[in-house]
């Protein structure tokens, strides 16, 4: 029977790696290793005596409960009867189908993308008759680009949010086969499923991988594939109004210049660096329901944090939580996180995004 030293330092082991997962959007990983450090913990707790025995079980319940988090995805809601009939038809894996539960107010500052997407989706749904008038079509393309961990995957998700529409998404390594035509016939599918709705939102990720240069690609499936997810985007507004594309990309110059004509991605849209008032915002929703001492100045806070994306700030919060919660579980009793919880985490974090990168997206910008 391994003794409980060992079986708290596996916990902390695998709970300081799901806050890397998690910095890095690795959810199933992140996922995966908060079961494990919830797993070690319950062992620990079953060999502890007094209120050590219930604090431990307590941590790990909490523990899975983020895990459950993590994996819980919003089931299709307040559906048309033919959309809920769609619903049961079987389709491919790579298809995910929800309408999320996140909103734009869930999503701190981005408010010049947030007003693109009001204009290509929202308004025009609100306001039909105006938007008849002024020849305001629903839909298009739509390209967020910007460093990675500024919030472009969540951002899409409140777009379905907001506008109450299934959410697709796949990623390139799901929609990509090795036999002759599949990708294609996976690409024209999710499209298909898609234009079943009054309106959707499809979202591929790291799109440069759907849509590579193709002078600086010598695949041949990518020769084909390229074509496809053209010709569906010339689509969009022809036969598909109320359909949005958002294709997210930490590399924009990776991407085929013929997708970048208007037409097909109507709209490019930089997501950077929170300001300000952004990382004051994220800092409320991360610290949320946590116990913060005092002296937690979170105006301060969000001030020392310029240059870091949302990511890094919520890993910050999340290492600094974990940072507590793992003294509780050794010393067997409660704390407040406090300000030098905080500031100790800091000192040893990068900020993840050099100027050199943020220079790069500039160039590209001004270029297109």
């Given at each position: 029977m391994w003794d409980v030293k060992f079986l708290l330092e596996k916990s902390i082991e695998h709970l300081e790696a799901a806050?890397?997962?998690?910095?890095?959007?690795?959810?199933?990983?992140?996922?995966?290793?908060?079961?494990?450090?919830?797993?070690?913990?319950?062992?620990?707790?079953?060999?502890?005596?007094?209120?050590?025995?219930?604090?431990?079980?307590?941590?790990?319940?909490?523990?899975?409960?983020?895990?459950?988090?993590?994996?819980?995805?919003?089931?299709?809601?307040?559906?048309?009867?033919?959309?809920?009939?769609?619903?049961?038809?079987?389709?491919?894996?790579?298809?995910?189908?929800?309408?999320?539960?996140?909103?734009?107010?869930?999503?701190?500052?981005?408010?010049?993308?947030?007003?693109?997407?009001?204009?290509?989706?929202?308004?025009?749904?609100?306001?039909?008759?105006?938007?008849?008038?002024?020849?305001?079509?629903?839909?298009?393309?739509?390209?967020?680009?910007?460093?990675?961990?500024?919030?472009?995957?969540?951002?899409?998700?409140a777009v379905a949010g907001e506008i109450q529409a299934p959410f697709f998404t796949a990623k390139p390594s799901e929609l990509m086969s090795k036999w002759v035509g599949e990708a294609e016939q996976n690409i024209a599918r999710l499209f298909e499923e898609a234009r079943r709705h009054e309106r959707a939102v499809i979202f591929l990720d790291e799109v440069e991988a759907m849509i590579p240069a193709r002078r600086s690609s010598n695949s041949t499936v990518m020769q084909r594939v390229v074509p496809q997810i053209l010709a569906e985007m010339d689509g969009l507004q022809k036969k598909s109004e109320g359909l949005l594309f958002m294709g997210a990309t930490n590399e924009p110059w990776a991407i085929d210049r013929a997708a970048l004509r208007p037409g097909r991605f109507h709209a490019k849209v930089y997501v950077g660096l929170p300001e300000l008032p952004a990382r004051r915002r994220m800092l409320e929703l991360y610290l949320a329901n946590r116990p913060l001492a005092p002296d937690v100045d979170l105006d301060r806070l969000a001030e020392l944090l310029d240059g870091y994306s949302g990511a890094d700030i919520a890993c910050l919060c999340e290492r600094a939580a974990a940072r507590v919660f793992l003294e509780s579980i050794q010393q067997g009793a409660d704390r407040d996180i406090t300000w030098q919880d905080i500031q100790s985490v800091l000192s040893t974090m990068r900020r993840s995004v050099t100027p050199q990168e943020l220079q790069r997206y500039e160039r590209w910008a001004a270029e297109n």
């Open positions: 806050a890397r997962d998690r910095q890095r959007r690795n959810y199933p990983a992140a996922r995966w290793n908060y079961l494990k450090s919830a797993e070690y913990l319950l062992k620990a707790a079953a060999q502890s005596q007094g209120p050590l025995r219930e604090l431990r079980r307590q941590k790990a319940e909490q523990l899975i409960e983020i895990a459950r988090r993590l994996e819980g995805t919003a089931r299709l809601a307040r559906q048309a009867p033919k959309e809920a009939a769609a619903v049961e038809e079987p389709v491919g894996t790579f298809l995910l189908r929800e309408i999320p539960e996140v909103r734009f107010e869930d999503v701190a500052g981005l408010e010049e993308a947030k007003q693109e997407i009001r204009l290509r989706m929202i308004y025009p749904l609100e306001h039909p008759e105006k938007a008849r008038r002024y020849g305001i079509r629903r839909g298009g393309g739509l390209l967020l680009y910007g460093p990675p961990g500024t919030g472009k995957t969540l951002l899409a998700r």
